[in-house]
């Protein structure tokens, strides 16, 4: 069975649809999406926004993916939720919706992408999405006077917003702690320069108080255009190349439909774009010979273009936290972690009622873009110079390695930048067993009320890979993050981790702490002890779930599997539009900035194919 089109986009997540819905504005250029999961958009636990994390580690809506054995992190494996659905990782996040830096995107160019920088990528932030403004009250109560009318999104697809929520203590005594630190919120993060405590927006339809993704922001208005074919349950085996001009050339793709079995053939007649994802892409490009000679030749595949560099670059957030007992009185969600049944039916008759209360809210809107307090101190720029001067085992070096060091290194030294992202949520965290989704806060909740603050590293210099184990298309690939094996990895975060015992003894925050109260499971006895805490980090490091620049966009000799045009290297009619492309990880989560990227994806094809002129 064959079918044709103009375009074929491998994956109906957040990237994929957002090309797919642009495209097809057009009425002449057609588009067939494949998508491996299925259609859960009206899903009460994908609409719903806290029930995100009941969702991870479930077959049916997520990759559930593995680490292999983190050598950084004594051998723990570290579970990796990744969207198998329509609206891809957009339909399961926490949806938190973080900006970019600017000096980090200016680093693309940097590194050899002109074309692509702050001033080039702002206008797509801003066309991917709509922020409403709260209510007054709610507006001073989540103190968000750093909001710039003049840079907010007002007409995008992605519906964004903030908590309804102006009576709950705990946020405004957050951004009131940090500012009384000296890190107040310095500017509209969408401005590319910000730092400080904030309360963050969240993806969040603020007239529904539903998830807004991919899937309702773009795919359901353009759903019933006849240019458009989406079919869902459709895993890909792989490109189909016609290799008989100078450059392979991508001519369509081999599926698998769940739904019979059965193989089919989607042509393209000008492009096919894979959007499958920081593992799902460089799996489909190995698959289809594409990746390094000597790994492929290994598997018994045929090599269609020799670059060792595909599924290489891997990185991801870190992130470890501790939980602190709250003070008597003090209102938390472990109830509703522990699934208590009272709490539980609660909670669900105030959202089906008022669309309000606890399920209306997703994962962490409290968070902060902090530089390393030690570091920037006036008077320790001595300690800054000693960690920048760790010597790094020669198997974390690469192509990529002089470029990616200099910029990590000129981030650490402005305290204008965030390097690391401390947040709290009120639950008790699970930090030190295994654990996916739900688990990671449920099965720590013992009784009791806690507040857990957190710290994530936003620019690792760990970098790692992903490759597929076999031929097999139905096997999952080898994915090895490598996290915390860069040694400046782990002072960083520790460094972040230990500024959290100064927050929690700060007003206003700490009257909402238990004195000597109890942390949670394998907590440094002393927070402030800073080798303490870099043995605790070793245990206790978990992921973010923002995997990024496994195909990235960088010159060839400097590790790069597409072009700054997003086609990948020595092909024709093949492009990467995915968060595989992004260079390096971004600051705080990455779901803007793939929606950015996407957006500008979609105007360089109707570029180069002349559409709309």
Not at 1 to 15: C, H, L, N, Q, R
Not at 243 to 265: C, L, M, N, W, Y
Request: hydrophobic share 35%; aromatic share 8%.
């Amino acid at each position: 069975m064959e079918s044709t089109s103009d375009f074929v986009i491998v994956g109906g997540g957040m990237a994929g649809l957002v090309v797919a819905a642009r495209l097809t504005e057009d009425p002449n250029i057609s588009v067939t999406v494949l998508e491996a999961g299925n259609d859960y958009t009206t899903d009460t636990r994908i609409r719903t926004p806290a029930l995100w994390l009941s969702v991870l580690g479930t077959d049916a809506f997520d990759w559930n993916y593995r680490s292999t054995p983190q050598k950084g992190l004594d051998g723990k494996v570290i579970p990796l939720s990744q969207g198998k659905l329509l609206g891809g990782s957009s339909a399961i996040n926490g949806q938190a919706f973080v900006a970019n830096s600017k000096a980090a995107v200016d680093a693309w160019g940097e590194f050899g992408n002109p074309g692509w920088d702050w001033q080039t990528l702002a206008p797509y932030y801003k066309k991917s999405h709509t922020l409403s403004r709260p209510t007054p009250a709610v507006y001073d109560h989540l103190r968000l006077s750093y909001i710039d009318d003049a840079i907010r999104a007002k007409d995008g697809p992605v519906q964004v917003s903030f908590p309804d929520e102006a009576n709950d203590p705990l946020p405004a005594a957050w951004v009131d702690t940090l500012a009384s630190l000296g890190f107040p919120p310095s500017g509209d993060p969408f401005s590319g320069e910000m730092t400080g405590g904030y309360i963050n927006a969240m993806s969040i339809d603020p007239s529904s108080r539903t998830r807004s993704d991919s899937a309702t922001a773009y795919y359901e208005p353009a759903k019933s255009r006849p240019n458009l074919h989406v079919v869902t349950g459709a895993l890909v085996d792989k490109i189909v190349f016609d290799t008989s001009g100078e450059h392979p050339k991508a001519i369509g793709v081999q599926f698998e439909s769940e739904k019979d079995g059965r193989r089919a053939i989607a042509n393209a007649n000008k492009e096919v774009v894979l959007a499958a994802g920081a593992f799902g892409t460089p799996k489909l490009l190995e698959l289809s010979g594409v990746g390094s000679r000597e790994h492929l030749e290994h598997l018994g595949i045929p090599i269609v273009v020799n670059n060792p560099n595909v599924g290489e670059n891997l990185q991801d957030h870190p992130t470890a936290g501790v939980s602190f007992e709250a003070a008597e009185g003090v209102k938390t969600m472990d109830g509703l972690s522990r699934q208590d049944p009272e709490v539980v039916a609660a909670a669900m008759q105030e959202y089906m009622t008022n669309k309000a209360g606890p399920l209306a809210v997703g994962g962490n809107f409290t968070g902060s873009l902090l530089p390393v307090a030690d570091f920037v101190a006036v008077d320790d720029e001595e300690m800054l110079k000693d960690a920048l001067n760790v010597e790094v085992p020669d198997d974390l070096s690469g192509p990529f390695s002089p470029s990616h060091t200099a910029f990590v290194h000129s981030m650490l030294t402005k305290r204008t930048e965030g390097t690391g992202n401390i947040y709290v949520y009120a639950a008790c965290g699970n930090f030190i067993p295994e654990g996916v989704g739900a688990d990671i806060i449920q099965t720590a909740s013992t009784e009791g009320n806690f507040l857990t603050l957190c710290a994530a590293l936003l620019f690792p210099l760990s970098r790692g890979s992903v490759h597929i184990a076999s031929s097999d298309p139905t096997q999952k690939p080898i994915i090895d993050p490598r996290y915390l094996q860069h040694p400046l990895d782990i002072e960083v975060l520790a460094r972040h981790l230990t500024y959290i015992d100064k927050i929690v003894h700060t007003e206003p925050l700490s009257r909402y702490i238990k004195p000597n109260g109890r942390r949670s499971f394998g907590a440094p006895s002393d927070l402030s002890d800073l080798n303490q805490v870099k043995q605790y980090i070793k245990r206790a490091t978990l992921s973010c779930w923002h995997p990024t620049s496994s195909c990235a966009m960088l010159p060839r000799d400097k590790g790069g599997v597409v072009d700054p045009r997003l086609g990948v290297y020595g092909t024709k009619g093949l492009r990467v539009v995915d968060s595989s492309v992004i260079p390096t990880a971004t600051r705080g989560n990455p779901q803007t900035t793939v929606y950015a990227v996407a957006e500008r994806a979609a105007d360089l094809i109707k570029e180069d194919y002349g559409f709309g002129k």
